[in-house]
């Protein structure tokens, strides 16, 4: 029997959709959520809780191990960032130098940046500061703030590791941990940095780990290191939301590149996968050469580049993400109405990671995956395995399905891309903004 077999399982269901909404009937206050924290949530604009945030929280505020399950958008940031706080602000103690008394675990910078802006407002609410660590950037800031002491420290575990290394950060005091996206921390391979980084906490210490599905590598996890948690699950492990349509474009080699340019130029705030890196930029420049200002993310860009395309993005100034497999955990952009799959990915867990950019919290979305011929046997194994129901048809540049999908015309001018499946060849285009 696994380890979770064990634990308490409290499940709350979102709504017929699959997709967490806010419960009606509690509050955080009813919760038992501090008054200063409540006013904080409220001052952003969060007034009622979310399922996970519904069940998790009183387990975690009464000082339980937790293992929560549920999608991104699902809303388990606040489910640990208020209980970490919380935690934090009644304990009264201060940070020494060095000793940080929180750690917080992701798998991606730009899912540390989304989480340490949850967390801000929270921790000014209640005096605490926290520092927000991680690699693509000089590491003299956060040496400083960890020389000054800070309370909560949210951390991708390479650059944790180097700090710790070199002696600027000590896990001694840490009084809270949670690990969030334990499943994709598994898929990147980093379970064995976490299990170095967790093997350095107190053993009596609080921890909260969340994670989207629950598979053999995080039950091991669980099984180390949590100690008879409350198992909240809010959502299937591995399932696509009613609100989510998904649609199989059958295409032609040499028409890829129309239909996918006809796909990135609706209306709406779109975000197109690529299978490289290379594929990405040139995708982007391509679309961007077109008429369709598109901005690119990846891993081989500088991190303020990553952020200011992800950050134009998110403020709608471009409303075309090109995107690898960085972009397909962690990352919360509100609205995003299509997520194409231009170039599949390898196996289901990707593509469900990718298309559950949309369709988040109650919103209606659609995913298009676009499949030559040399492709329809790998994607339909892919949707069978994913558990999905997928429309089927075979389109063409300006088909009258694309500029319905869409909601707009089909574009004046194709991108030039060559026939390579891996990605295309462009002329030089305007730097990304």
Same mark, same amino acid.
């Given at each position: ?17 699959? $997709?967490?909404? !806010? *419960?009606?009937? &509690? ?7 501090? =008054?200063? @924290?409540?006013? /904080? ?62 750690? $917080?675990?992701? !798998? *991606?910078?730009? &899912? ?7 967390? =801000?407002? @929270?921790?000014? /609410? ?65 379970? !064995? ?241």
């Amino acid at each position: 029997m696994s380890s979770t077999a064990h634990a308490t399982e409290r499940s709350r269901g979102g709504d017929a959709s699959g $997709v967490a909404a !806010p *419960t009606d009937h &509690l509050s955080f206050r009813g919760l038992g959520v501090p =008054a200063a @924290l409540v006013k /904080a949530l409220a001052d952003g604009g969060v007034t009622t809780p979310f399922p996970i945030q519904a069940a998790a929280l009183p387990d975690a505020l009464a000082g339980r191990d937790i293992l929560g399950r549920g999608r991104t958008g699902s809303g388990k940031t606040i489910a640990f960032a208020v209980p970490v706080v919380a935690t934090l602000a009644a304990a009264g103690r201060r940070p020494s130098p060095r000793r940080p008394l929180a750690l $917080v675990l992701v !798998p *991606t910078r730009e &899912l540390a940046a989304q989480v340490s802006e949850t967390f =801000a407002p @929270l921790a000014r /609410a209640m005096g605490l500061r926290t520092v927000t660590i991680y690699g693509g950037v000089p590491q003299n800031r956060q040496v400083s703030a960890l020389r000054q002491g800070v309370d909560v420290v949210i951390a991708t575990p390479g650059r944790l590791e180097d700090l710790i290394a070199q002696r600027h950060c000590d896990l001694q005091d840490i009084a809270v941990t949670v690990i969030d996206e334990a499943d994709h921390m598994a898929d990147l391979g980093f379970l !064995p940095a976490v299990t170095r980084i967790l093997e350095q906490t107190p053993g009596r210490g609080q921890r909260l780990m969340f994670s989207a599905t629950l598979d053999r590598a995080v039950d091991a996890l669980v099984a180390r290191y949590l100690h008879n948690p409350a198992v909240h699950s809010v959502d299937p492990a591995e399932a696509s939301p009613d609100l989510l349509e998904h649609h199989l474009f059958s295409v032609q080699l040499g028409h890829k590149a129309a239909v996918v340019t006809d796909l990135a130029s609706g209306r709406g705030r779109t975000l197109l996968f690529a299978r490289t890196k290379h594929g990405a930029k040139k995708l982007a420049k391509n679309l961007t050469t077109a008429g369709i200002p598109a901005v690119e993310l990846h891993g081989n860009l500088s991190q303020s580049v990553r952020q200011r395309n992800l950050a134009a993005f998110t403020d709608g100034s471009v409303r075309v993400l090109v995107a690898t497999d960085i972009a397909a955990r962690g990352i919360h952009v509100d609205d995003i109405a299509l997520v194409v799959h231009v170039d599949p990915p390898a196996e289901h867990k990707t593509f469900l990671h990718r298309s559950g950019r949309t369709a988040r919290a109650g919103a209606a979305g659609a995913v298009v995956t676009v499949v030559t011929p040399d492709q329809t046997k790998d994607v339909r194994s892919l949707v069978r395995q994913a558990g999905i129901r997928a429309s089927s048809c075979t389109v063409v540049p300006g088909d009258p399905q694309t500029v319905a999908l869409t909601g707009a015309p089909a574009p004046r001018r194709a991108a030039r891309w060559g026939p390579r499946a891996g990605g295309p060849r462009a002329p030089r285009g305007p730097r990304a903004r």
